[in-house]
């Protein structure tokens, strides 16, 4: 499917809002041990999606294999987890996981330079294998020329085999135009990944204007130390602001530092309701909008 029109860039030049506050990475960073405890039957997660997990086979250490992700969300009644290599792709060890464990796992690919950047061949090869996801650029995103053509067939892809677009670690700028290029392509699957996090760097008055054609993915992990040490409280404030209607949470887990995917979730959901979030809002951005998203 070809673009039908140019794309007009949406990106707000003349917001003078900073993008996140300093303040708002507080030296207080979340630990693996902080409230775990009392997170360990409640809340319950049944029908949860959890859009962003880390797995091993990696070259970082990682907590848990891409089956016993699987076994781990199961057990706690979730509806589904994506599995995510800044590497290789999913899509098929995704496969094997969900029949080895009768739970549903989703995969896909992520296009940094180990499968060649930008490159439309890999993402058609995700696609036959059943990948649900495209990351654009992650850790490759310094070095990766946004090639307009290139990006232009590989968004035309996405479209045809309704996939999920994915903005990877791209920033402000980038997001936009990718944003207008996938809305001129018919393109309806968009997700801005972590768009708080100092690598995206996304204003709030930025994340309203990107939440009418995306979802935006807010990850537990930012609020981690050994991370963004990200005040939970940022999160839960852009929540309000822009409405959990158009957002995600999930969590980013699997570094071995840190706890099991499931707990962390459960610990995610336990803040956010502190920080005056309601169950309702938990439930739109944890089972609706991630089911309305890859479904």
């Not at 070259?59 to 590497?87: C, F, Q, T």
């Not at 999913?90 to 992520?110: K, P, Q, S, Y």
């Not at 135009?177 to 809305?183: G, L, T, W």
């Not at 392509?185 to 760097?201: D, E, M, W």
Request: overall charge negative.
């Amino acid at each position: 499917m070809k673009s039908k029109k140019k794309p007009e860039l949406t990106s707000s030049m003349d917001i003078d809002e900073p993008c996140i506050l300093e303040s708002h990475f507080s030296g207080n960073c979340l630990t693996g041990a902080a409230g775990s405890e009392d997170v360990l039957v409640e809340p319950d997660l049944r029908g949860f999606i959890d859009t962003h997990i880390h797995t091993a086979p990696d070259v970082k250490p990682r907590l848990l294999n891409d089956l016993e992700a699987a076994e781990d969300a199961k057990l706690n009644g979730m509806g589904a987890i994506v599995l995510k290599s800044h590497l290789e792709p999913t899509a098929g060890r995704a496969r094997i996981a969900e029949t080895a464990t009768g739970f549903r796992v989703l995969g896909g690919i992520c296009l940094n330079r180990s499968v060649g950047g930008l490159n439309i061949d890999a993402v058609k090869t995700s696609a036959s294998m059943g990948g649900r996801m495209v990351w654009l650029p992650t850790t490759s995103y310094p070095e990766t020329s946004m090639d307009e053509e290139k990006l232009e067939a590989i968004i035309n892809l996405i479209c045809e085999e309704d996939m999920v677009l994915a903005t990877g670690h791209l920033q402000v700028p980038d997001i936009f135009r990718v944003i207008d290029m996938a809305r001129s392509a018919g393109t309806k699957r968009i997700l801005v990944n972590h768009p708080l996090t100092r690598v995206v760097c996304a204003s709030v008055q930025e994340q309203k204007e990107m939440s009418r054609h995306a979802y935006l993915e807010h990850c537990f992990v930012a609020c981690m130390e050994g991370h963004d040490c990200l005040d939970p409280g940022v999160i839960a404030s852009a929540v309000k602001t822009v409405g959990s209607s158009r957002c995600i949470m999930a969590t980013d887990f699997g570094q071995a530092h840190n706890p099991l995917p499931s707990q962390g979730l459960k610990l995610f959901v336990k803040i956010m309701i502190e920080q005056g979030l309601s169950m309702e809002d938990v439930h739109t951005m944890c089972i609706e909008n991630p089911s309305k998203l890859l479904f």
